[in-house]
């Protein structure tokens, strides 16, 4: 990084080398100012070193002595934990405008076994410059427009709209319920954006559950939890959304989970699911099967497709990798 400036050296004759010369300073002084920044943030710390998008778990060998996580103790009361995961992926495109398919699934657990699951969708949407239909989803113009230019924000949008509305569904039974969501619910981009869904039921309670979050990367605290023999939590931020980090059994993952305001106290939430749910590993039967029955099969997505063409009497057209011929290789043979 120190030497950015020498690649302008070998630029050819005629191309004038003093303005990258002037961008390659910028980018220099830009790191020695992230060099700054680092040193009073990262220095130092535990490292988790990506692997290509892969969600990765530390391993913590040390424990802080100092620090005592909060027991789960076992709320013996039969209450459903109702579970929801979705998926949203692009089923085609033209100039016009692209066509996604999005599926909601629901687990449900209770007493400590998965009782029922459900399965909604697939659910059609079409993004274009003129809106998004298909969902419900209030946008601004300038959303629209990045939804319509992006596909990987587009499948975002539409899943959280789809997942926000079976949550709201649920929440609105008379009956008292657990609900969880994939996620945490105080991310910016989250399903849950905006004021919380009504209850049906005042005893009701809307839980996020987490698996990837900088809050897991906290050393001191994953240590405590992983050592503790005992299913336990640490309470880390209260507000309007109340986060804390637990482990459900006691040899399990620790977890992000986060309480939307309204419900009962975080501590016998979290009684209540450990008595009600299954925790292999730490993460809950019925966010589990919630998760693979969203997913989309490459049999679903061949049926799909050719509903689609039969449907909209659409002409596929043949395609090719771009960026295989485009870009090439530098190991010769293209």
Not at 173 to 201: C, M, Y
Not at 295 to 306: R, T
Request: with cysteine.
């Amino acid at each position: 990084m120190r030497n950015m400036a020498i690649a302008t050296r070998i630029l050819p004759d005629g191309l004038e080398q003093g303005v990258l010369d002037s961008i390659a300073c910028e980018f220099s002084k830009s790191f020695a100012e992230l060099e700054r920044s680092a040193e009073r943030t990262i220095a130092g710390r535990s490292f988790v070193f990506s692997q290509y998008g892969k969600e990765l778990y530390p391993c913590f060998e040390k424990s802080d002595a100092a620090l005592a996580p909060g027991c789960i103790v076992p709320v013996r009361e039969g209450r459903p934990v109702a579970s929801v995961d979705s998926t949203c992926v692009l089923v085609g495109e033209c100039s016009e405008g692209a066509l996604y398919a999005a599926r909601a699934a629901v687990g449900i657990s209770y007493e400590g076994t998965l009782r029922r699951f459900f399965r909604l969708g697939p659910l059609l949407a079409l993004a274009s410059d003129s809106g998004l239909t298909g969902v419900e989803q209030s946008c601004c113009s300038s959303e629209l427009s990045a939804i319509a230019a992006d596909s990987a924000l587009a499948e975002r949008v539409i899943r959280n709209s789809v997942e926000r509305r079976v949550v709201e569904a649920l929440l609105k039974g008379e009956e008292e319920a657990i609900v969880v969501t994939d996620g945490s619910l105080s991310h910016p981009l989250g399903q849950l954006r905006g004021p919380p869904p009504a209850r049906g039921n005042a005893g009701t309670s809307l839980v996020g559950f987490s698996k990837s979050s900088s809050l897991i990367l906290s050393e001191t605290v994953v240590a405590a939890l992983s050592h503790a023999p005992f299913p336990s939590y640490c309470k880390l931020r209260e507000g309007a959304v109340t986060t804390v980090l637990a482990k459900f059994s006691t040899t399990g993952l620790v977890f992000r989970v986060d309480f939307a305001p309204g419900g009962e106290a975080p501590e016998r939430t979290l009684g209540r699911m450990l008595w009600n749910d299954a925790f292999a590993s730490g993460y809950p039967d019925s966010l589990k099967v919630a998760h693979h029955l969203s997913v989309f099969s490459k049999a679903d997505d061949e049926a799909l497709k050719a509903y689609v063409t039969r449907r909209f009497q659409l002409r596929p057209l043949p395609t090719f990798s771009l960026r295989r011929i485009a870009l090439g290789s530098f190991r010769g043979g293209g």
